[in-house]
Each structure stands twice: as C-alpha cells, then as structure tokens.
C-alpha cells in the first residue's frame, strides 16, 4: 500500500500539477489581439487550422496548430509559418501584427492582453500546488533512521 501511495504522490500528483498549471497559463498566454498590422514589420494571416488535444504539454484542452502567410511590410516577401496555441479557425483570413526573435523561431503577436494575469494565477497556482503536493508526499516519505537518545542520569541535588 505504501508503494502505490509514492507512485501516486511522486509520479500522478506532478504531472497532473505540471497540466494544470500549463492549462491556467496558456488560457491567459494565447489570449491576443489583433494589434495594428499598418505598424507592423510582419503580418500573419491564418490559411488553416489543425485541432489537437485534449491533452498536451500545453495542458488540458483543445487547441489549434495554424498554417499562416506572413507578409513583411517593407518588402512584401510573403512566406509560409506554422503557430502554435493563440489561433484559431475563426481567425482564418484576419490579419495579425507579429513579431519573432530571430529567423526560424516562432511567431508571437504583439499584443497580448493578459500576460500579467497568466504570470500570477500561475503563481498563485504554484503555490497552492505546493502545499497540497507537501500534504499528499508527507506521509509517502520514507522515514530516515532514528537516532537513539543516551538517557540522562539522575543526579542528586547537592546538599
């Protein structure tokens, strides 16, 4: 019993941490707006979706791997990405303002509307996790050896 007690509390309760934790964040990461595509050095419109899930390393639920055409502004070279996360089948056709890092990394919008908000339900999140995690691995934890106190002689008061 105590067996399937560790493999409950040190291999089940991480992962599923690990899940819903990924699921808080990404609910608030790939929340994005369009952003204005006229500043912008690149633009993305989405051609097609693919659905995966329902669970991922990005935690629990759907969500869509998007083909864009991502058109650079100052010299309308248009070339072929794929994203991850923050589109969608009813972005198909809507142009997007984003950016990248480097060449081959990628694409992120440039505006996303609630970071902060993912950032700290994420920790509060993590927090919380870490006192149930404590709670439930506690009693799983093997005891170490118990050192044997030496007994205390009684010594008489001295008179």
């Known amino acids: 019993m105590k067996a399937l007690h560790r493999i409950f509390a040190f291999l089940l309760v991480p992962a599923l941490g690990y899940l819903l934790g990924a699921t808080i964040f990404n609910h608030f ?4 707006e369009p952003g ?3 500043k912008a050095k690149l633009v993305a419109v989405a051609k097609s979706c693919e659905r995966h899930g329902p669970v991922a390393p990005r935690g629990f639920g759907f969500y869509y791997r998007c083909q864009t055409e991502v058109r ?17 089948p009813s972005d198909i056709g809507k ?4 950016h990248t890092a480097r060449r081959g990394t990628e694409l992120t919008p440039d505006v996303r509307s609630q970071v902060f908000l993912g950032w700290l339900s994420t920790f509060v999140f993590a927090i919380a996790f870490l006192f149930v995690f404590v709670k439930i691995a506690g009693p799983a934890m093997p005891e170490g ?4 106190r030496m007994p205390t002689r009684y010594e008489p008061p001295a008179t």
């Open 72 to 88: 650079s502004q100052p010299s309308g070279n248009v070339t072929k990405w794929t994203v991850t996360g923050w589109l969608e």
């Open 95 to 98: 142009e997007y303002a984003v």
């Open 36 to 38: 204005d595509p006229a």
């Open 145 to 148: 050896r118990r050192k044997r």
């Open 29 to 32: 990461w790939d929340e994005v």
